[in-house]
């Protein structure tokens, strides 16, 4: 069996929960791991998922403490999608920081008569 390891990191704005773990995580970012398998008796390379980690840092304070996390593939996209949907709802929502200025009214007298 050949198996190869792609390590990639994910960017979490936002505190975000994953599968089953109780707790809620940070933002920040993340390393994930994720290996797969060589399917053999095609005429293409094709490879099959087989595991995906995700690399939890030390709290600050408590060095010692990193773990790893055997999560679904798709469980971390659906956290991604949701902290980006948080994100984009965020910037849908926030008010601008100024009103635009009116444009001048040309019809308006100058105020002489």
């Known amino acids: 069996m050949t198996v190869r390891t792609t390590n990639s990191s994910v960017t979490f704005t936002k505190p975000f929960h994953i599968g089953d773990l109780d707790e809620v995580l940070p933002p920040g970012q993340y390393d994930v791991e994720t290996d797969e398998e060589l399917l053999q008796g095609l005429s293409f390379d094709a490879y099959r998922r087989i595991l995906t ?46 009103p635009s200025p009116e444009p001048p009214n040309p019809s308006a007298g100058s105020g002489r008569e």
């Not at 995700?54 to 408590?62: D, F, L, R, V």
């Not at 790893?68 to 999608?81: G, R």
Request: charge should be positive; hydrophobic fraction near 40%; glycine fraction near 4%.
């Open 53 to 98: 980690l995700i690399h939890i840092p030390a709290k600050p304070g408590h060095s010692g403490l990193a773990r790893t996390l055997t999560i679904h593939p798709d469980e971390l996209d659906a956290a991604l999608l949701r902290d980006t949907a948080q994100t984009t709802a965020l910037a849908i929502q926030r008010p601008r920081d100024r």
